[in-house]
Structures are given as structure tokens and as C-alpha cells.
């Protein structure tokens, strides 16, 4: 075994330190649309550009995850079996299944429940689809598509969104990996993704909600994650390549989520590659994690040992979150408590949906999914 399949044996601190923000860039986004945080003195005093770091980033954290997903069952597909091309169809889905389904099926019990119950904040008076047709696009993965038709379904349905997009190319994606012939052809089907994403943002429809939300609009970030991951085990990066790798990364990055004028003064908004970018930069950072120690040690000390178990945990406090936040905001309103408690209240509710998440990925996903297995 390769160096650097030995380390891709094991969890990646800085790695889980990444989904960390990544899901609590979605927490925080949920929470300022609901109270926005300018509300209060400290919110107002912040630059722009740090604003919507904080608190507009939930968008470009789910791209985050894409990369991340494509990158790290890529790097696992090939350990397990030694190639894409031999991977185990059988084996492959019911390991997504038994990953996915016990925190899937607990939240549509959940959401399911509020919105018959009427409990405020999960339904709506006129419900734009109903919980059959809803149950039904679940289940086939194209939630998406129906949010995309009728609008956004009450209560915590949207966050399923990004679960239709990944599952849908995770469907096809070993399929193709098992048959594409010569091997190199699954390389451009990739690629072909990466090049339609920007397309479908921009020029494909005028809905807003699809424009994000649609299949070709995403699964490019994926395929990038995908790409990397066979390039990085076919031509492992020296100490020297993958520290320029994460300096290039970190910048395109910051590029994309802090210089927001800059990118929409450079086009790249316009024709839909912020979102490639960004991209591109977070599968340069995952290249120099899994490549070089030193870039991922740093992220193994004890500090960062809440962050890591919250990286660990981030589809369960993805799924979770907004249980949590959606009262909880509603009660902040309904106390009518002052703006300037706006920073605690923040606090609070992350900590909450955070340990929500943990607990519900230690004490109910994981001992479940590993019965399915």
C-alpha cells in the first residue's frame, strides 16, 4: 500500500475541520435569513466582505461538500477495490445506503410529522405539494426538481435538495467507472460536467431556484472532486507541489467567498464560474491534505477536537439543523427579546444544532448504519 493510501485509510483531521465550516456556513446562512444578524450593533459594525463570509456562505459551503464528496469516495472506491473499474456495484450501493438512509428516513418521519401536526414553521396553509408527492420525489431524488416547479416546501424539505443531486450522480458514477472503455473515457465524461456546470447556472433556465438547484449545476463540482482524487492517486504530489497546492487553493477560496466585488467585477459571477472556482480551489486543498502530513497535522490537535467531531458529524447536523433553528428563531421573535442578544442568540443555537448532530450521528446513524452493512 502507497503512502498515500495508507493515510487515505484513515480520517483526515483538516479535512473534517473543512465540512466543519462548511456546515456551519449552512447553519449560520438558515439563522441570518430568519434574524438577520445586522439587526445588532456588532452586525453592522462588521466590513461587507466579512458579513457575507459569516453569514451568506451557505450556498458555497453546499459546493464545498460536493467537492468533498466526489474527492473522498473516489480516494475510497479505489483503496477498497484498487480501481474504479473494479468496484463492486452491489457492494458500492448498499454502503451509500446504509450511510444515508438512517438519518434520511429519521428526518422525513420528523418533517412528515410537524407538517400533518400543523406545527408552525413546517407547513404552510396553502401547501404547494402534498406529503405523498413529496415522500415520492424523495425517494426518487428529484426534490429538487419539484421545488424547482411548485417553490420552496415548508419546514426543512429544500436542505434534501443537495442529497437528490449527489445520489442521482452517485448512481450513474460507478456504472460508469465499471464499464467506461478505455478507463480514460471516464475522465472526460467528468470533464463534460465540469464544462455544462457553468452553462446550466446561467444559460440554461431563468428559474432562480433551479439555476442552483438543478442536476448539471452541481454534479460538476463533484466530477471536479472525482478528478482530483484519480489524479492525485495516479501522480501523488511531493511536499513541494502540495504545499503550492494549498497556497493556490486557499487562495482561489478566499477569492471566491471574501473578494465578492472582485469576482463579480471579473465576470466570473456572470457566467457562472464563481461557483467553478471556488470549486477548483477547495479540490486544490483536499490535494495537499491527503498529500503531504504536514497540511493536515495542524488540524489533529486537541483544540480542534469539537470541530473535528462536528466535520465527523456534518450530514446529520446538515439533515438536523433547521429542527433546531426554525423554532428557536421563532421563539426569539415571539419573546420580541432585544437585537443587541442577536450574538448570543447565534450561540446558542449553533451549539445546540452542532450537538443535535453529534449525538444523533453517534447514537442513532452510525450504530444503524452499521447494521445495514
Known amino acids: 500500500m502507497t503512502a498515500l493510501a495508507q493515510r487515505s485509510s484513515t480520517r483526515n483531521a483538516a479535512i473534517d475541520l473543512l465540512r466543519a465550516w462548511a456546515v456551519l456556513a449552512v447553519v449560520a446562512l438558515h439563522l441570518n435569513i430568519r434574524v438577520p444578524f445586522n ?4 452586525g453592522r459594525s462588521l466590513p461587507k466582505p466579512l458579513y457575507a463570509f ?8 453546499v459546493i464545498v461538500f460536493f467537492v468533498v464528496s466526489g474527492f473522498l469516495i473516489t480516494n475510497m472506491t479505489v483503496e477498497r477495490w484498487g480501481a474504479l473499474e ?12 446504509a450511510r444515508l438512509f438512517p438519518a434520511l428516513a429519521l428526518f422525513v418521519v420528523v418533517q412528515s410529522g410537524l407538517q400533518s401536526a400543523n406545527v408552525q414553521g413546517f407547513f404552510d396553509l396553502q401547501p404547494s405539494a402534498s406529503l405523498p408527492r413529496t415522500w415520492f420525489a424523495v425517494a426518487t431524488f428529484h426534490l429538487n426538481c419539484l421545488e424547482a416547479r411548485v417553490g420552496y416546501l415548508p419546514g426543512a424539505w429544500d436542505v434534501l435538495w443537495s442529497l437528490c443531486v449527489e445520489e442521482l450522480f452517485y448512481l450513474g ?26 452553462f446550466a447556472r446561467v444559460s440554461f433556465s431563468q428559474n432562480p431556484i433551479w439555476m442552483d438547484h438543478s442536476y448539471l449545476s452541481c454534479m460538476g463540482e463533484i466530477a471536479i472532486g472525482c478528478l482530483t482524487a484519480l489524479l492525485v492517486w495516479r501522480y501523488p504530489l511531493s511536499s513541494t507541489a502540495a504545499s503550492a497546492s494549498f497556497i493556490v487553493g486557499a487562495g482561489l477560496v478566499c477569492l471566491v467567498l471574501y473578494f465578492r466585488r472582485a469576482i463579480r467585477a471579473l465576470g466570473l459571477y456572470d457566467l457562472g464560474l464563481d461557483v467553478s472556482v471556488l470549486a477548483l480551489g477547495s479540490a486544490a486543498l483536499l490535494a495537499a491534505f491527503v498529500s503531504a502530513p504536514h497540511w493536515s497535522r495542524w488540524a489533529e490537535s486537541r483544540a480542534f477536537a469539537p470541530l473535528r467531531a462536528l466535520g465527523e458529524s456534518s450530514y446529520e447536523v446538515y439533515l438536523s439543523h433547521l429542527f433546531l433553528v426554525i423554532p428557536l428563531t421563532l421563539l426569539f421573535k415571539r419573546l420580541r427579546c432585544s437585537l443587541e442578544f442577536i450574538p448570543l442568540f447565534y450561540a446558542v443555537c449553533i451549539v445546540a444544532t452542532a ?19
Do not use: N
Not at 459569516?54 to 459551503?61: E, K, V
Open 173 to 198: 458514477f460507478p456504472l460508469l467507472a465499471r464499464w467506461a472503455k478505455p478507463p480514460l473515457l471516464l475522465s472526460a465524461v467528468l470533464l463534460g460536467f465540469v464544462i455544462l456546470g457553468p
Open 355 to 373: 450537538l443535535l448532530g453529534i449525538l444523533l450521528s453517534r447514537l442513532y446513524s452510525k450504530p444503524f448504519s452499521a447494521r445495514l452493512r
Open 54 to 61: 459569516l453569514f451568506w456562505s451557505g450556498y458555497p459551503a
Open 86 to 97: 473494479r468496484c463492486d456495484l452491489p457492494r458500492f450501493y448498499r454502503l451509500r445506503f
Open 39 to 42: 439587526g445588532c450593533a456588532l
